[in-house]
C-alpha cells in the first residue's frame, strides 16, 4: 500500500505517534531504576544481589550495603549510608530486622522504598540456592518485564 493512500488522517496519526512517543518513554524512566540490596554484613546475600542482577539486567543501577556497622567494619564491607538510601529508588532488605535498622537508624521516611525479601542468612556468596531465592522471589520479578 502507498503511503499516500493511507486512510489515516494525518492529526489522527501525529495523536497516537505522541502518545506512542509519551508511552514509550514513560517506560523506559520506570524501568531505569537505582536499586539498593540490604542485609547485615553486604558479605553474601546482597552482595550477591547486586552482582548477579547487575549482570543480567543492563537497565537498573545496582547497588549494595550492609546494615551492621560492626559486621561491615570486621569484613571490611560497604556499609549502608543515608546518601546510598536517598539514591535508591527501590531498597530490596533480606529481613524484616533491616527495615527496622532503617527506621532506627534514618527514621520512616525511606521506608516507603522497602521491600522485604525473606531470605535467611544460611547463605554464602553466589550459592546456587540463594540465586534460586532472588530469581524467584515474588518482589523482585518487576525486573523481569
Known amino acids: 500500500m502507498l503511503l499516500n493512500h493511507c486512510t489515516i488522517p494525518l492529526g ?6 505522541v502518545l506512542y ?22 558479605l553474601h546475600r546482597s552482595r550477591t544481589a547486586e552482582d548477579y542482577f547487575k549482570s543480567v ?9 550492609g546494615l551492621s556497622e560492626k559486621y561491615c567494619a570486621k569484613y ?23 527495615a527496622n535498622r532503617i527506621r532506627q537508624y ?8 522497602v521491600e522485604i525479601l ?13 540465586l534460586d531465592e532472588l530469581k524467584s522471589n515474588a518482589h523482585l520479578q518487576f525486573m523481569s518485564l
Open 57 to 65: 539486567k543492563k537497565n537498573h543501577v545496582f547497588q549494595s550495603a
Open 76 to 98: 571490611g564491607t560497604q556499609l549502608c549510608s543515608v546518601e546510598m538510601l536517598k539514591w535508591a529508588d527501590k531498597i530490596f532488605v533480606m529481613e524484616s530486622l533491616h
Open 21 to 42: 512517543l509519551y508511552l514509550f518513554l514513560s517506560s523506559l524512566m520506570v524501568l531505569a531504576m537505582n536499586i539498593l540490596f540490604l542485609c547485615t554484613s553486604n
Open 118 to 130: 525473606h531470605i535467611s542468612d544460611i547463605y554464602k556468596y553466589m550459592q546456587p540456592e540463594l
Open 12 to 17: 489522527h496519526f501525529l495523536r497516537y505517534y
Open 106 to 113: 534514618a527514621g520512616e521516611h525511606y521506608l516507603a522504598k
